[in-house]
């Protein structure tokens, strides 16, 4: 099934660069989903309801996702805890990515792709409602590819050039903006004396950090990662790893990853799927020592996939 490719660059551009406005917006109905947020479902009232202690910050009941008529996610109920790592793990094909995707509406790039049935809730707004601004949504939930995709420009304007797009013209602002991500993304260290060198000159674990501060530049709650690490060496994968436990303590993320050991590495909670269907999710350590279910234990001990 063909993306649509103009509409993915220009949504990816929205997605990857533009920041978050610093003056709010009035919180009308369209569109602002964390002003919808409070009007419907108060976070703390989430609390007590998930394992972590943490507030649910993406809630799935029952989702169904089709790509034409071919079913590719059953009833998916799934509770993300915020400001935790939640891996996606399952053999190839299971479904991941798609569930994944669904989360900033990246599938609805896809030809005939879409939610049949069920609810996706992101700050207690049904994200796939008639009245949501999808930039909104992709600002407030962004994504790491698993291809590093920096701009074919300098460091600096990587990040720079999304907060001026967006009407932030004042140099001492960008100027910070860049720093603070650049330092959020474990790079500062690293590149701060060639900032105005082009980002493909980096290495590719760099790179993979560049995109991730362009990333946290507009200050999303929900970071997606789709395989972030799979095209790195294991020194690079090793700092991504790093990165990524670290970020938690401002943004909530969500990794899919191949990686059984990356997974027990980085995440506080994993979810196991299968053909589709979310067969098992609990703390990590306790899905990879003790899980409940028998395809669980068939698959983390290396019986198939
Ligand atoms: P995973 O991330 O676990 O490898 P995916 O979410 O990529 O799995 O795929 C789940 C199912 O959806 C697979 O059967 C795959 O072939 C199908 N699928 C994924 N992307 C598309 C697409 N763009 N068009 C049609 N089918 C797709």
New binding site residues.
């Given amino acids: 099934?063909?993306?649509k490719k103009d509409v993915l660059r220009r949504d990816l551009d929205h997605n990857v660069m533009e920041p978050a406005k610093t003056e709010a917006k009035p919180a009308t109905a369209k569109g602002q989903l964390s002003g919808a947020q409070t009007a419907t479902k108060p976070q703390a009232a989430d609390a007590d309801s998930h394992p972590s202690g943490k507030p649910i910050i993406i809630d799935c009941e029952s989702v169904d996702f089709h790509?034409?008529q071919?079913k590719?996610?059953h009833g998916i109920s799934l509770k993300v805890p915020e400001k935790q790592v939640t891996a996606?793990i399952?053999?190839?094909?299971?479904?991941?990515?798609?569930?994944?995707?669904c989360f900033n509406r990246m599938?609805d790039l896809?030809?005939n792709?879409r939610v049949t049935s069920g609810e996706i809730r992101i700050q207690g707004v049904n994200i796939n409602a008639p009245a949501v601004d999808v930039i909104e949504l992709r600002k407030q939930v962004g994504m790491v590819f698993q291809k590093s995709n920096p701009f074919p420009k300098s460091i600096y304007e990587n990040i720079a050039y999304g907060l001026r797009i967006s009407g932030v013209r004042d140099r001492d602002t960008v100027d910070g903006a860049v720093e603070q991500s650049l330092r959020g993304a474990a790079l500062w260290d690293e590149v701060k004396n060639r900032l105005h060198e082009s980002a493909l000159g980096l290495s590719g674990g760099q790179q993979q950090r560049l995109c991730i501060a362009r990333a946290i530049a507009v200050k999303p709650s929900v970071i997606l990662m789709?395989e972030p690490c799979s095209a790195l060496d294991p020194i690079a994968t090793a700092k991504v790893e790093e990165l990524i436990f670290a970020l938690k303590d401002q943004f909530t993320i969500v990794i899919?990853t191949?990686n059984m050991q990356q997974a027990t590495r980085c995440s506080d909670f994993t979810a196991f799927?299968y053909l589709?269907h979310l067969i098992e999710v609990d703390r990590t350590e306790k899905l990879f020592t003790n899980p409940t279910q028998k395809q669980t234990e068939d698959y983390i001990s290396g019986r198939f996939g």
Wanted: charged share 15%; glycine share 16%.
């Fill in positions: 099934m063909a993306l790509y034409g071919s590719a996610l996606f399952g053999p190839s094909g299971c479904g991941k990515s798609t569930l994944l995707r599938n896809v030809d792709a789709d899919v191949h799927f589709g």
